[in-house]
């Protein structure tokens, strides 16, 4: 499985934006997915992660009520809806997944697939 993650972009703070990480090669249901995010001069963190059948869910704190993530199995694809962007939120974002994981794991160490990473830049 490769993952290929789009849709970053400059936003205005307050706005929203829409990130999508397609899964190719075999089919993602049995996967648990998550993304991550670093900025300039920090360490990667966990942003958002979604179960393998996609009824659970877990958010970093600081994301918490403004950010969802939503997979659509049958399009292989995971989405990021990131909402009232701050200049905090000025990183690049990574969607990452692992085969079997029946757990959301905060850790970037347990995840073993990765995409590219795409840049957000949000402005004041």
């Known amino acids: 499985v490769q993952l290929q993650a789009s849709g970053g972009g400059l936003v205005q703070a307050g706005g929203s934006l829409t990130l999508s990480c397609a899964a190719s090669?075999?089919?993602?249901?049995?996967?648990?997915v998550a993304w991550f995010r670093q900025a300039p001069g920090k360490e990667r963190e966990f942003v958002a992660g979604?179960?393998?059948?996609?009824?659970?869910?877990k958010y970093g704190d600081s994301v918490k009520g403004r950010f969802t993530i939503f997979r659509d199995n049958a399009k292989n694809t995971v989405f990021l809806q990131m909402n009232s962007l701050g200049p905090e939120d000025t990183a690049v974002y990574y969607c990452?997944?692992?085969?079997?994981?029946?757990?959301?794991?905060?850790?970037?160490?347990?995840?073993?697939?990765w995409g590219q990473g795409t840049l957000v830049t949000v402005s004041s």
């Open positions: 090669g075999r089919t993602f249901s049995s996967y648990a």
């Open positions: 979604k179960s393998r059948s996609g009824s659970s869910a």
């Open positions: 990452a997944a692992r085969n079997g994981l029946s757990m959301i794991s905060t850790s970037e160490s347990w995840y073993d697939l």
